[in-house]
Structures are given as structure tokens and as C-alpha cells.
């Protein structure tokens, strides 16, 4: 019987594999971006400062170099690129000051590591003849060069206006003064229920916590522990009061989805698992945060960004929940479950230890 059961799980194990995308990092599904906008009302200018994937514009202007190149190296070459990457960028990113299209300048880059990317830094200046005048971005960068799947989430403060902004290739145009509390909610929780729904490595913890239970109150008091723990590290590194780098952030991820399936395999005492699940929990909220780099100024429009964000993320995990513990329950009336299980939570075992190495070692 054993050795049936050890079979049936290589085979489904060996089957699970071949689905799963074998992605070091998560969340990487297109070449999201971030950008801050502030008025310097004294000298009458907007500061601009765009982060865009290195990498992806890349593959617009020839930069020579290759992924993995020294940031210094990376930083020459987009100094020696300056002059197509401002046309690029002047002719995809426009500010119209009273419907008015306003000339900027570059006025300096560089380049920034961010999770696993290379981001090209711009630092631009637009005049502004007007302290009162009305404000229009069109941000078109990539959308239909080569990532219709781009964002970019922009953090602005302008005179008494200030809040946060996702472009999107649905969502060019940004008018000052026009955001409303509902669009604004609407857009950060689309996103922050996408990045959950592309977040393989979260998707897995989640499925391996709902298999570790057998009753729908364990699952709420466990996901309830995982969702305060994640939620005060999300807000904290998102507004950058809390900041660990990636390089220690991820490879703990991949760790806190081996621990919870041998958890699984082993049934280990249940006395310390909510402690554990709340760490983890502290872990995953920073690997969330990836997605927002939000000011660290406290205003009531990012506390409402992140907890919108927030709201999104509970939302694709309760979905996930919603779907996977019916199934569950009906599973468990067959012996054959006995196969599934075993081979299901050595799957994300596997996943859990290969994400590890992978992210541990680079």
C-alpha cells in the first residue's frame, strides 16, 4: 500500500510540475514602473522622477549591455544613451498645463536595483508659468511599443492636491483635481488583487495552509493571523518605514511555503502554528509591498492606497479559499485523496525548496 501511494504521488507530483512556471521571483508579470511628481512652487517647475525597467526600454534603444551588469555599468551606458532615451520619453510622457503640451528636460539618471529589476532613474523638470493652472499627464511609455500589459503607479503631490495614480493601458490620461475617492479605491484594489492572482509563490502558502486544516474555522482563524501579520508589514514597507532588501525577503517567502508543507506531511504540534503563521505572515507583508513604493508621507489618500491595496490581496485570497476548501471536502470522501494530498504538498514542497535555492543563491 505504501508503495502505491509513494507511485501515484511521483506521478501526479511529476505531472504538477510540468504546470507550474518556474519563475524565481513572483509578481514579474509585466515591467511595472513608479514615478513622483511635486510642485517646487518657488521656482515654479514640476519635479519629475520616472523609474522605468532598464531593460525593457532595452529593447527600444540599444544599451549593449546584458542583465546582471554592474549597476555602474548600466549607469554609463544610459548617460551615453541620454539623448534617444529623452526623445523616447518626451514624446510618450507629456504634462499640458491648460491643455498647453509644456517642454521638459532631463535633468540627470541613474539607475536603481528595485526587487529583482534594473530601473532606468529619470529626473526631469517641467516650467510652469501658472501656480494655478490646470494640470493633464499622458503617460503612453511602452503600452504600444512592447508592454500592453505596463504600469506604472505614480505618487504626486501637487499644491493641495496629492494622492496615488495607476497608469494603464485602460488608463493614459491623469487630470489634477478629477480623482475621485471611488476610482481611486476601485483602481488599488484591481491591483492589489491582481498582484496576489500572479503571486505563484503566495498562491502555493495559501493552498498549503488550507490543506494543513480540516475544519472552515481553522482555515479563518489561521488566514485571520496571516492577514493582520501581512497587512502591518505591507503599510510599513510601503510607505518605507520598514525596508529589507529582496535579496533576504524572497528566499524566506519560498522557505515559509517548504516549512508549511512538511508542516503537512509531518502534522507537527499545532500549539506554536498561529505563531508561526503571523511571522510568515510579517514576511509575506513586505513581499506585497513590492508592488506599491508609496511615500513614506502620512496622508489619509496613501493609508487609503495601501488599505485598498490591502482589501484587493484579502479579496484574491478569499477567492482562492472559496474555490479550493469545497473541493477539498469533496476530495476527502475518496481514498484516492490519500494520492493527491501526498502528492500535492510534496509539489509545493519541491517549489518551496527550489524558489529557495534559486533566490538564495541568485
Known amino acids: 500500500m505504501k508503495k502505491r501511494v509513494l507511485w501515484y504521488s511521483l ?10 512556471p518556474f519563475k524565481a521571483m513572483a509578481h514579474t508579470d509585466n515591467s ?20 522605468v525597467d532598464y531593460f525593457e526600454m532595452g529593447r527600444l534603444i540599444d544599451f549593449g549591455v546584458s542583465p546582471g551588469a554592474p549597476v555602474a555599468q548600466l549607469s ?21 498645463l ?40 499622458h503617460y503612453n511609455i511602452f503600452f504600444d511599443d512592447n508592454d500592453p500589459m505596463h504600469r506604472n503607479i505614480m505618487t504626486y503631490k501637487l499644491g493641495k492636491e496629492n ?20 476610482s ?22 495559501v493552498i498549503a495552509l488550507v490543506m494543513g486544516t480540516r475544519k472552515f474555522s481553522d482555515i479563518l482563524k489561521v488566514i485571520t493571523v496571516f492577514t493582520i501579520a501581512h497587512s ?23 522557505l515559509s511555503i517548504a516549512y508549511v508543507a512538511v508542516e503537512s506531511i509531518l502534522g507537527f504540534s499545532s500549539k506554536f502554528r498561529f505563531g508561526v503563521v503571523f511571522i510568515f505572515g510579517l514576511i509575506h507583508g513586505i513581499g506585497f509591498a513590492g508592488a506599491l513604493q508609496l511615500d513614506n508621507q502620512i496622508t489619509w489618500q496613501t493609508l487609503l492606497s495601501i488599505f485598498s491595496f490591502n482589501l484587493g490581496v484579502e479579496v484574491g485570497q478569499a477567492l482562492i479559499i472559496t474555490l479550493l476548501f469545497p473541493l477539498l471536502l469533496y476530495i476527502r470522501k475518496f481514498k484516492w485523496s490519500l494520492y493527491l494530498h501526498g502528492a500535492t504538498t510534496i509539489w509545493i514542497l519541491g517549489m518551496g525548496l527550489f524558489w529557495y535555492f534559486n533566490r538564495l543563491l541568485g
Do not use: W
Not at 514615478?35 to 520616472?50: A, F, G, P, Q, Y
Not at 521638459?104 to 516650467?127: C, L, N, Q
Not at 502591518?232 to 519560498?254: D, H, Q, V
Open 232 to 254: 502591518i508589514t505591507l503599510g510599513l514597507s510601503a510607505m518605507k518605514f520598514l525596508n529589507l532588501p529582496p535579496e533576504i525577503i524572497e528566499p524566506l517567502i519560498a
Open 32 to 51: 511595472e514602473g513608479y514615478s513622483k511628481i511635486t510642485m517646487d512652487r518657488e521656482n515654479k517647475k514640476l519635479h519629475v522622477v520616472l523609474y
Open 184 to 205: 481611486q479605491i476601485t483602481r488599488f484594489i484591481k491591483l492589489g488583487f491582481h498582484h496576489i492572482m500572479i503571486g505563484f509563490d503566495h498562491i502555493l502558502f
Open 163 to 182: 494622492g496615488q495614480f495607476v497608469f494603464q493601458a485602460g488608463e493614459r490620461e491623469f487630470q489634477v483635481g478629477k480623482e475621485s475617492i471611488f
Open 98 to 137: 491648460d491643455g498647453e503640451r509644456v517642454e521638459g528636460s532631463v535633468i540627470s539618471t541613474d539607475v536603481e536595483k528595485r526587487k529583482d529589476r534594473d530601473y532606468a532613474k529619470i529626473f526631469m523638470d517641467f516650467p510652469i508659468t501658472s501656480l494655478d493652472s490646470s494640470i493633464q499627464i
Open 76 to 96: 554609463k551606458v544610459l548617460e551615453e544613451k541620454r539623448g534617444l532615451m529623452t526623445e523616447y520619453i518626451s514624446s510618450h510622457f507629456e504634462i499640458l
Open 11 to 20: 506521478f501526479l507530483y511529476c505531472f504538477l510540475i510540468l504546470l507550474t
